[in-house]
């Protein structure tokens, strides 16, 4: 099973663009109806191909509650304008429901092609903008992390049969005249054998959580253990310290520079997470330097490149030095802990070991877990 495919996809999840939800549903989607076994799907050569409509069809069976919900879906998404291309059609169908059973009298009435028939127009417009958008939007643009081509992954069909709006619209309906798509056989191999880690549905929290559920009897839920598991003792970040420490600095050397970009700071002192807090917990001195304002928003949640380290090298180790003169407890038991071990730990030349330590988590979280690159 091609090493390539996997870290494409954890590419794709953690840098293709996060501007709606559609990137992840599309994959979701995918993955849920290869893991099926579904019979539509047909081997083409090196690809393989499957109804458009398989999609829609999983599209509606996520969205329904989170429309219904009204839970933000799109950057900047205010519920009203600037949102979901179908969520102003869907909520026509969770409001007609919304007395009548909701979302699973929906489904059931829908898969049975059983609901009334004042939603015939409503449920057609709704499942065809789907289509729409799940063909011109994440199937066009996943994959642009690692490509620079459009459909560089999933690709649209060209002809297939005509689209001719039905009396009332079923699924057959959708998978025989929604159109097709295909996908690299590679690829349509890693989600069949591990596509339901990817998506979390077998994944270690999530069966730990059903152990727990299970051994708690119908005193437990799900919901209410997952969020015992996870959570973390690190959930904000601190950087009070770390703003102590250089306050004292600016104060002894009259000036202070960015690590990254090496200008003066005059006023506009952040204090940054080299290794980004949102991708590894970790306030810890070694990993919180001083950077100008805007060099710091920019930076955001990427990964200082090698080059940008290597470029940013005498003024990291001139900062670890001053937080070790000022913390030197502190700062040796985590850097011990965390980047090099006390084995490591030489008096002499410890901040190139470490300069070098942090290159290679650098060089892992880029190259190999596909976390995009700050470069300046």
């Known amino acids: 099973m091609p090493y390539q495919v996997l870290k494409n ?8 663009s996060k501007d709606t939800t559609y ?18 799907a047909l081997m083409k050569g090196d690809r393989v191909s499957i109804p458009v409509g398989l999609l829609v069809l999983k599209w509606i069976e996520y969205y329904y509650p989170i429309i219904e919900a009204r839970l933000p879906q799109k950057s900047g998404d205010n519920l009203d304008t600037n949102t979901l291309t179908f969520r102003s059609q869907f909520e026509k169908i969770t409001d007609y429901y919304e007395n009548k059973g909701g979302y699973d009298v929906f489904y059931k009435d829908f898969i049975k092609c059983n609901y009334p028939d004042e939603l015939n127009e409503n449920i057609y417009a709704l499942s065809k903008s789907i289509r729409d958008t799940i063909t011109k939007q994440p199937m066009r643009y996943i994959g642009r992390s690692i490509s620079d081509n459009y459909y560089s992954i999933f690709k649209k069909e060209e002809g297939g049969k005509s689209l001719r709006k039905p009396e009332k619209l079923n699924v057959e309906f959708m998978i025989d005249r929604f159109g097709r798509f295909t996908i690299p056989l590679d690829y349509f191999s890693v989600f069949e054998y591990l596509g339901s880690f990817i998506t979390g549905t077998h994944s ?3 069966n730990w959580a059903k152990f727990t559920v299970k051994k708690g009897g119908r005193s437990l839920l799900i919901e209410n253990v997952l969020p015992v598991i996870l959570q973390s003792p690190l959930d904000e970040r ?3 310290l770390s703003a102590k420490i250089f306050h004292q600095y600016l104060t002894e050397n009259g000036k202070m ?3 990254w970009s090496g200008r003066t700071i005059q006023g506009d002192r952040n204090i940054d997470h080299v290794l980004p807090f949102s991708i590894w917990r970790n306030n810890e001195l070694w990993n919180l330097l001083p950077t100008k304002g805007k060099v710091n928003g920019d930076k955001n949640d990427r990964i200082p490149g090698v080059k940008l380290l290597d470029k940013s090298k005498d003024r990291i180790i001139e900062y670890w030095k001053y937080i070790y003169k000022i913390e030197p407890e502190i700062f040796t038991r985590e850097l011990s802990v965390s980047l090099i071990s006390r084995e490591q730990w ?6 190139n070991i470490a300069h070098n330590a942090l290159k290679e988590k650098s060089r892992y979280l880029i190259e190999t877990r596909g976390f995009e690159e700050f470069k300046l």
């Open 9 to 16: 996809i954890n590419q794709i999840i953690e840098r293709d």
């Open 23 to 40: 990137k992840f549903a599309l994959l979701r989607a995918t993955i849920e109806v290869i893991q099926q076994k579904t019979p539509h």
């Open 204 to 206: 270690i929290l999530i």
């Open 238 to 240: 601190d950087t009070s």
């Open 257 to 259: 520079f960015c690590v």
């Open 346 to 351: 030489d008096q002499k030349n410890w901040e």
